[in-house]
């Protein structure tokens, strides 16, 4: 019996990209089932800062590891979720796999849902929707939690401190290394 299933991971600048294709291309393993990885650019591909390549390496050294093909498209004058639409039709993609989305409560009221929208798009397909939170025990691999801090003034100098110091406090929170 053949294997109709094609999955398609979408991703997006941040540290959550290469953990939704890992999560696609373990899926697509079991599924033994080819692998496609989207990513919609909101610029023309030759205007991508630093940042936004070093991501782009990196996803495309993964699909490297799961044998998946990149495909980076630009969205310039049109809506991300109709570039994954007709991105998952050309491909006959099944199944597609997207990371939750930022939306602000009030983002979605005024802008209406980012995945309803695409619900409404890509028809027949699966849409399988992966928590950020459910990702958060992995981010101890590449990122730090972050340690809670004061900065503290003393005289023209500012300095961190963690614990009490002789200063006006000036602010507080969370410092990332």
């Given at each position: 019996?053949?294997?109709n299933?094609?999955?398609m ?11 939704l294709?890992?999560?696609g ?16 650019i909101?610029?023309?591909?030759d ?5 936004q ?19 980076a ?5 049109r809506?991300?979720a ?33 995945v309803?929208e695409l619900?409404?798009?890509i028809?027949?397909?699966d ?11 992995h ?39």
């Open positions: 019996m053949a294997n299933e094609k999955i991971v979408c991703v997006y600048y941040g540290p959550h990209g290469e953990r294709i890992r999560r291309g373990e899926l697509a393993k079991l599924l033994q089932c080819p692998l496609y990885v989207l990513s919609v909101p610029v023309r591909d205007v991508l800062d630093q940042e390549e070093k991501f782009m390496a990196a996803w495309q050294t993964t699909c490297d590891e799961y044998g998946a093909t990149f495909i498209k630009t969205n310039v004058d809506k991300a109709d570039i994954i639409a007709e991105t998952a039709r050309n491909h006959h993609i099944t199944q597609l796999i997207i990371g939750q989305s930022g939306q602000t409560r009030w983002q979605e009221i005024t802008q209406g849902s980012f309803n619900l409404n798009r028809g027949e397909t849409l399988h929707i992966v928590a950020v939170q459910r990702m958060a025990h981010m101890t691999e590449t990122h730090e939690r972050g340690r809670r801090v004061t900065v503290i003034r003393n005289g023209e100098h500012y300095r961190l401190s963690n614990g009490e110091s002789e200063g006006e406090t000036v602010a507080e929170g969370l410092f990332f290394k």
